[in-house]
């Protein structure tokens, strides 16, 4: 069990590497702009669950999970709905960024395998980082496959035009 986590985490090293690769600064002030966005609803979604956890952590019944673990999934949830707008928006990745593809597809498989692993021992910090590197690199795929379908949708619109 232990040789699968450390491949998972080599994965996960492999795809932060690849991604980086490139260290040009091409965010244009539109990403900026949704970047900006995206933290400000990741705090605002944090700042809402940490509400709630105080306010069922104050009552008799409760959770059953420590609030060790509530801080950390608050911190989880964060940064997926940081991930998820800043990809879906377009503004995740620099301009011209060559390796999305390739980080969506390694953080879609470290997260498969951590979620698997993690199931298996019913591990609640597993469980979290798989659907966080699943949900991350599911989303990056899906915004890159609708990107090429527009990009066809428009180059063939404009090869229409100039036919009439």
């Not at 940490?50 to 019944?61: C, F, L």
Request: charge should be negative; aromatic fraction near 10%.
């Amino acid at each position: 069990m232990d040789i699968i986590g450390i491949i998972v985490v080599i994965a996960a090293f492999i795809a932060v590497f690849i991604a980086s690769k490139d260290r040009s600064d091409d965010y244009d002030e539109r990403q900026v702009a949704v970047r900006g966005e995206g933290y400000k609803l990741a705090v605002f979604a944090m700042v809402g669950l940490m509400g709630v956890g105080g306010v069922i952590y104050d009552e008799p019944t409760g959770l059953s999970v420590s609030a060790g673990d509530y801080m950390f999934i608050t911190l989880v949830v964060g940064s997926v709905i940081f991930m998820v707008y800043n990809v879906w928006h377009g503004a995740y990745f620099r301009l011209h960024e060559k390796n999305a593809r390739i980080a969506g597809i390694l953080l879609a498989i470290a997260g498969t395998l951590n979620l698997v692993l993690a199931l298996q021992e019913v591990e609640l910090w597993g469980i979290a980082f798989g659907l966080c590197f699943l949900t991350a690199g599911i989303v990056i795929l899906v915004r890159l496959w609708l990107d090429a379908r527009e990009a066809a949708a428009e180059d063939a619109g404009e090869s229409g035009d100039d036919a009439e």
